[in-house]
């Protein structure tokens, strides 16, 4: 018989059975689950509910339970439909008819809002430690790089040289805000839903700052009808999971070009890459492609939730329990891509030559040709269109900036003096962008010690 069955006099329709359960995707929340029940109990006998004799029984038969699921020793049913109920079943089976009493003043709305709580809390923390990993590995790479030069690009056209490191840290700093858009989803997440009840409240004095402190939440849900309706912790989660995609998908877009011959600028180590089965000569980036790809998942995770919750009245509805899928999608999608990524930067090669000879073979000095002549008093706007002229004799005439005769630039602006040349290296132009935050060596070693302090802020 079902668990709710009193009601009913007919057997469940056996597709409905299948259409309803969720045991074939919250299985996962088995652990947090037996945690969150074994609080439950310790507040019941806590609160005069139960006697201590009971709790105890109740408390040592999920201990059991528990090992013998870590130990793969149970199977779970559909005709128990979800985690929650699968749980209480096994349990009787363990204990007998004390187990009955476990559900005292609890739904399993407000159940399964303390399984997800319980269980994004422990993800998420998982997640920061992930991110600083692949931080630590970015940061490096910057270390070693400082003095490699590459172009930095604006719609994809070579714009300025810049530092390598400058460009790791670039996005050292977008997986940073990840980690801060984490650590205050936290605070929602470690809100404590039980003593809710199925939407009004338990109608049994539950302590429930006993049981939060328990469980080791921050604060409790001041609203019954909000505890088992929110799903908030859960969208924040997914927009901040989709964020963390977001960022390491610009990343595979660049390891991609940038492994391709044309740009050769890296190499990616030949145990993160896979080859064709005609074409012998390949070498593809196939995990940057992946993770580029999974992007797409998340994101649609975190709109199909959305949708689901937009037509909802309070306060649980069965619509509901379409959060786990994704979610749990979501959280392996994220995990297995930082994972994967951290080893590939680490072991992926750098060809500063190239890096170096693409800075020194294009136009990308032009920006410091035109400060050179606005420094020496000539406004910015003529100094660039005198510039603009000049690249443009030159892209005709099969020139670099560089290779241009004096009595030629004197052409342009008498303004124009031997000192030009100087002018003209990569590292000049780098160089002269030295406000904080810029890719001048000095701007970039402040920067790395920021950097570094906030690693080892973490590591606290
Ligand atoms: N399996 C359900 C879910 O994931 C648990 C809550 C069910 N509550 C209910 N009243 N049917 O949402």
């Known amino acids: 018989m079902k668990l709710w069955g009193g009601r009913f006099s007919k057997a469940t329709h056996s597709e409905v059975e299948i259409f309803t359960a969720s045991i074939e995707f919250d299985a996962c929340l088995a652990e947090v689950d037996i945690l969150g029940s074994i609080a439950h109990a310790k507040t019941l006998g806590h609160s005069g509910i139960l006697t201590n004799d009971e709790v105890e ?10 090992k013998k699921i870590q130990d793969g020793k149970v199977q779970f049913q559909i005709a128990h439909e979800d985690i929650h109920m699968n749980i ?7 204990i007998g008819e004390l187990a009955s009493k476990l559900h005292t003043g609890r739904s399993r709305n407000d159940q399964v809002a303390l399984d997800l709580h319980l269980y994004l809390r422990e993800k998420t923390t998982d997640i920061i430690h992930m991110i600083h990993a692949l931080q630590t590995v970015l940061v490096e790479k910057a270390e070693v790089h400082v003095d490699t030069l590459l172009p930095g690009y604006t719609h994809l056209q070579r714009a300025l040289p810049i530092r390598l490191a400058h460009h790791f840290l670039a996005y050292f700093w977008m997986f940073q805000r990840d980690i801060e858009r984490l650590q205050d989803a936290m605070k929602r997440i470690s809100l404590m839903p039980l003593g809710a009840g199925a939407l009004a409240g338990s109608g049994f004095p539950l302590d429930r700052a006993y049981t939060a402190e328990l469980l080791g939440f921050e604060n409790i849900y001041e609203n019954s009808l909000d505890a088992v309706s929110d799903r908030d912790f859960v969208v924040e989660f997914l927009s901040v999971a989709a964020s963390i995609m977001m960022h390491l998908s610009r990343l595979s877009e660049e390891l991609i070009l940038w492994s391709s011959q044309e740009f050769s600028f890296i ?7 896979t080859g064709s089965s005609m074409m012998p000569q390949k070498k593809n980036p196939d995990v940057p492609e992946l993770v580029r790809g999974k992007t797409g998942r998340v994101y649609g995770t975190l709109f199909s939730l959305l949708t689901i919750l937009k037509g909802l009245p309070l306060a649980y509805n069965k619509d509901m329990q379409e959060d786990k899928e994704g979610l749990f999608d979501a959280i392996k999608t994220v995990t297995t891509c930082l994972s994967i990524y951290t080893p590939m930067i680490q072991t992926m090669k750098i060809n500063t030559e190239t890096m170096r000879s693409a800075v020194e073979n294009d136009y990308s000095n032009a920006t410091g040709l035109a400060n050179y002549l606005t420094s020496r008093g000539v406004p910015f706007r003529h100094a660039h269109e005198i510039i603009g002229k000049i690249v443009s004799h030159c892209i005709e005439k ?12 004197q052409k342009f602006s008498t ?29 970039v070693i402040k920067q790395l010690e920021v950097v570094k302090q906030k690693i080892a802020a973490l590591e606290k």
């Open 267 to 273: 190499e990616l180590d030949d145990a993160f890459c």
């Open 398 to 409: 099969k020139l670099l900036l560089a290779e241009l005769p004096l009595k030629e630039y």
């Open 88 to 94: 209480e079943k096994l349990l009787h089976d363990e």
């Open 415 to 443: 303004v124009f003096a031997g000192d030009l040349y100087d002018v003209l290296k990569p590292e000049f132009s780098v160089d002269t962008c030295s406000v904080r935050g810029g890719t001048g060596k000095p701007a």
């Open 57 to 66: 029984k109740l408390c040592a038969g999920l201990t059991k339970l528990q």
